[in-house]
């Protein structure tokens, strides 16, 4: 009779993922609902409401409307996903023509045209780019989601990572974080460095012990307990923490040698090189069909240690990705430009993925191989056209409203702004969950791991009823959300170096 731990073992592998188009889905659903919530708060200021809510509202509603809804989409309603998408959006659309119904009964009426040539000629603040830290956020909040509840029957099979060959949502997961956090690394955000470059790379190893210490100490608990572990997902001893670590010091040793403007062209020549590798060498059948790990530490963990090779060239074109948009810009028909340029790179490289898949290999998380790179910029990218594009109709009901209070979203610059007007909008964002888990991305994913540990100790998850799968879920969830807000309102960021 097989042992509880062979049991979760076998219900997490030789799975074969989803369909392409299943997981672009899914890109839809965080969008609106952060659509959702910025008309829900623009309605609530004009019915005379006071904004910004007090602290426990606001977080209620937040988690409400922005987690709460990602972790039904992986569970009880996955399979109502594309009906819960079409109904946020019909509900979007009516909101919309509401405020704008209202503005026209209660202002002098301009035309469309009008209208549409003030939006477009109008500026927004630029501090930060609000869809990348939202992208950024909802990675980090979808991984943590992802990694308790794969545990739970709730979750869909297929949304899991994959054996071998396939896209699950998992698998996107894990391309898409170490995309994330190449958008904001100091190279794209052109930060000067100080001192040697020799020195700047020293700094980068010295800052990934986090992620090495973690990965140790996930190594020694899985060890030393009866935890579950997935060998062909990494390997004996690796895991994602040292890919992560490994990942950063690479890149940044070849940013260091090369112009970080040419990243695109490093990440086409790492994973165009690495598939040929693969193709024209035995290693992509000893990672896949010889089951041997008895040859050293490499034959233990060669699914890890080759797949970091893909994973630079994920990191490369993130690089790229995150120069072109932090680019100073304020005008509102620039960054249209700019959202359109970011769907035609991911049409471009989903048709590039078409050709792989058919001439080449399918898709692999395993071996990161081309095909993988390719599906996680062009799904990351996709990912990002829907987030801004949320972001420009909220700042379009912003301007036609005159509500500027909702946070983690572009404001519209005004010329009669005044300085109380500022100190509420600094105050609102001090109270977003959103702000909140970005000001401690490392930690909160840290406290999730640390957590989905603790959960599986104290509850059995595999016999677990699907209310109380999602009961216990988004009890996890609130519980890391928590931590992270009372730390954001009392103004703490966690550093480890």
């Known amino acids: 009779m097989s042992s509880h731990r062979e ?60 987690v709460l809804p990602l972790v039904l989409s992986c569970t009880v309603l996955s399979d109502l996903l594309h009906l819960v998408i079409l109904g946020l959006a019909v509900l979007a659309g009516a909101v919309l023509f509401c405020i704008c119904h209202a503005r026209k009964s209660n202002a002098v009426v301009h035309s469309q045209d009008t209208v549409a040539k003030c939006f477009l000629q109008s500026h927004v603040h630029y501090s930060q780019v609000p869809f990348v830290t939202i992208f950024r956020v909802l990675v980090n909040v979808k991984t943590a989601i992802s990694i ?27 391309g898409a974080y170490v995309l994330a956090n190449a958008l904001v690394c100091p190279e794209a955000r052109r930060k000067e460095v100080s001192g040697s470059k020799l020195n700047h790379v020293v700094k980068q190893l010295v800052s990934v012990w986090p ?28 895991n994602f923490f040292f890919t992560l670590a490994i990942v950063r010091v690479v890149a940044s040793v070849l940013l260091a040698l090369f112009p970080v403007h040419r990243s695109w062209l490093l990440a086409l020549l790492i994973g165009g090189l690495y598939q040929v590798m693969l193709e024209t060498s035995g290693l992509k059948h000893s990672i896949i069909h010889n089951r ?20 630079v060239a994920i990191y490369m074109a993130g690089v790229q990705i995150g120069l072109y948009l932090m680019r100073p810009r304020t005008q509102v028909k620039e960054w249209i430009r700019v959202i359109l340029n970011l769907l035609l790179g991911s049409v471009v490289l989903y048709t590039a993925l078409a050709v792989c898949q058919a001439y080449v290999e399918p898709v692999s998380r395993r071996i990161a191989n081309l095909p993988f790179c390719l599906w996680t910029i062009a799904q ?42 500022e100190k509420i909008k600094e105050k609102i964002e001090g109270l977003c969950l959103i702000q909140a888990v970005n000001r401690n991305q490392l930690l909160f994913f840290m406290l999730a791991n640390l957590l989905t540990g603790m959960t599986n100790v104290l509850v059995d998850t595999f ?10 879920l988004l009890l996890y969830m609130f519980t890391n959300s928590f931590a992270m807000y009372i730390l954001h309102l009392m103004k703490i960021t966690v550093k480890f170096w």
């Not at 869909?156 to 396939?166: H, I, L, M, Q, W």
């Not at 972001?391 to 109380?420: E, H, Q, Y």
Request: charged fraction near 15%; include cysteine; charge should be negative.
């Open 463 to 472: 016999n677990c009823s699907d209310s109380m799968s999602v009961c216990v």
């Open 292 to 311: 041997d790990r008895t040859g050293g530490f490499l034959q233990a963990n060669k699914e890890g240690v080759s797949s970091v090779v893909g994973y």
């Open 380 to 421: 990351s990218l996709f990912f990002l056209t829907c987030l801004s594009t949320a972001d420009m109709v909220l700042l379009f009901i912003k301007n036609v409203s005159g509500c500027s209070w909702v946070s983690s979203s572009w404001n519209p610059i005004r010329r009669d702004a005044s300085a109380t007007e």
């Open 211 to 238: 992620l090495v210490a973690l990965g140790l100490v996930r190594l020694a608990s899985i060890k030393m307990s009866d935890y579950h572990e997935h060998v062909t997902e990494y390997g004996v001893h690796w």
């Open 7 to 66: 049991l979760k073992e076998a219900f997490v592998s030789n799975l074969n993922g989803t369909s392409l188009g299943e997981v672009a889905l899914g890109s839809f659903l965080a969008p609106l609902c952060l659509i959702g919530r910025g008309q829900f708060l623009i309605l609530y200021h004009l019915g005379k409401g006071v904004l910004p809510l007090p602290w426990i509202p606001q977080l209620v509603l937040d988690f409400s409307m922005i």
């Open 148 to 174: 308790l509840a794969v545990d739970f029957s709730v979750f869909p099979r297929r949304y899991a990572k994959t054996e071998t060959y396939g896209t699950g949502v998992m698998d996107f997961g894990v």
